[in-house]
């Protein structure tokens, strides 16, 4: 191949060396074994990783001047405490003095030359696990341990079904029997209750495994007094430890009373001009476009036999007065 060709290709082909600390070549000794060249570095960063590994072991160019030139990095492979020297050197200085110097980025590569001096050719990605049962589920289907608890009511579609048995077919695929004691309360064939093509509500009862024949399937029950109780345990969401429970209890309760007063409260029936079937805010919009002095009548918080004023004394502000009681002799202020 030509020269440009071998560079580029140099980078990805792995020549195995025999690293020997004591072994010595002459520096010129162009058939010398090169340890770099059993690693991803490139041919063209061989002096940067030289420079790295004199750097991490503390010592001098002239330590090594009569040296082969990768013999300072076979002995930093041979170092046993090599990962700490190569943690302790700055990249971001190194990386900053090339580029003033060259004009070169190579930040990125100094990474990868200090990765491969540590581990060369060494698979980054992590030891692929083989899927276990419930992970092949989770795959073909999307259910997952905790959605098919025994316990969950689920939605199941009614496929077939004879004197003994209802086969059904959850919304994710997932098949599963419901026997026939399991029906209903009352007693009868599940064709008395169930039918064809029918969506009904069941619980999962019970999981069969069969790892070795690759099948699952559930078993499941549709009688009314075990759905009644609901499987709002198996569904509660875990505890928001950033969540303000105290004051959304507080604001549940307001919520609540105001249902209750907007329920218990009628709705006044009174014919008079001045009288709307409004609260205060929306006494203060109507008036907002009156003029001063105008008034409104409304129903009052207090009860059915109370009733409230809200007076517009100006532009933007307004009186409520309240507590007009009316008893059977008539009205009294």
């Known amino acids: 191949m030509t020269t440009k060709i071998f560079f580029n290709a140099s980078a990805f082909l792995r020549i195995t060396q025999y690293r ?106 992590r030891r692929y696990p083989l899927p276990d049962g419930w992970d092949v589920i989770t795959m073909l289907s999307g259910e997952t341990d905790k ?42 064939p599940p064709d008395k209750f169930l039918k064809k093509g029918k969506t009904i509500a069941a619980i999962i009862i019970e999981r069969k495994f069969d790892w070795e024949n690759d099948t699952f399937h559930v078993e499941l029950s549709s009688r009314e007094n075990e759905l009644k109780d609901g499987d709002r345990e198996f569904r509660r969401v875990r505890a928001d430890a950033h969540w303000n429970y105290t004051q959304c209890e507080k604001d549940n309760e307001i919520l609540e009373r105001r249902k209750r007063q907007q329920k218990d409260s009628t709705r006044r029936v009174i014919k008079h001009p001045n009288f709307h079937n409004f609260n205060a805010i929306q006494a203060e919009q109507y008036l907002e476009s009156q003029q001063r002095g105008d008034v409104v009548i409304r129903p009052s918080s207090k009860g059915a036999d109370h009733l409230a004023v809200t007076w517009k004394v100006f532009d933007g502000l307004y009186q409520h007065i309240g507590a007009i009681i009316f008893s059977p002799a008539g009205p009294n202020c």
């Open 147 to 188: 959605s098919l608890s025994v316990g969950v009511i689920v939605s199941a579609s009614v496929v077939r079904l004879n004197k003994q048995v209802v086969n059904v077919r959850l919304d994710s695929g997932i098949e599963g029997l419901i026997s026939a004691d399991y029906v209903s309360n009352d007693p009868g």
């Open 20 to 125: 020997d600390q004591t072994l010595k070549h002459r520096n010129d000794d162009d058939n010398a074994p090169d340890p770099l060249d059993d690693t991803r570095i490139h041919l063209e960063d061989y002096e940067l990783a030289r420079k790295m590994a004199t750097d991490a072991l503390e010592l001098d160019e002239e330590d090594v001047h009569d040296e082969h030139p990768s013999h300072v990095v076979n002995m930093l492979m041979q170092d046993r405490d090599r990962e700490r020297k190569l943690m302790e050197l700055n990249l971001d200085e190194f990386a900053i003095s090339l580029y003033e110097a060259n004009d070169e980025q190579k930040r990125h590569t100094l990474g990868m030359i200090r990765d491969e001096l540590l581990r060369p050719f060494a698979d980054p990605r």
